[in-house]
């Protein structure tokens, strides 16, 4: 599971067209919730609803698939040095 942050429309649109190009197992997950990441409104939803941390389940995705994927989500990916700005 990969941490990551939406903060706004614009970056959940980019967020769902990244992963319109991943494998069909990639979710979004909260503690409340579950939806697939390639739905601009489901993100958005999630984002604005939960208020929990969000984390991108890469499901079955080769370790290939899952490198070039986090070289994508790179912007969204919360590390131990943010987790205090979110």
């Not at 494998?23 to 990441?37: A, Q, T, Y």
């Amino acid at each position: 599971m990969i941490h990551i942050h939406v903060d706004s429309m614009k970056a959940a649109e980019l967020l769902s067209a990244i992963c319109k190009d991943c494998g069909p197992d990639v979710s979004l997950c909260s503690e409340k919730f579950r939806i697939d990441p390639k739905s601009t409104l489901g993100i958005l939803a999630m984002m604005y609803s939960s208020r929990d941390n969000m984390f991108l389940d890469t499901g079955s995705m080769t370790e290939e698939e899952v490198n070039r994927f986090l070289a994508a989500i790179d912007s969204y990916i919360v590390r131990e040095e943010d987790k205090d700005a979110v």
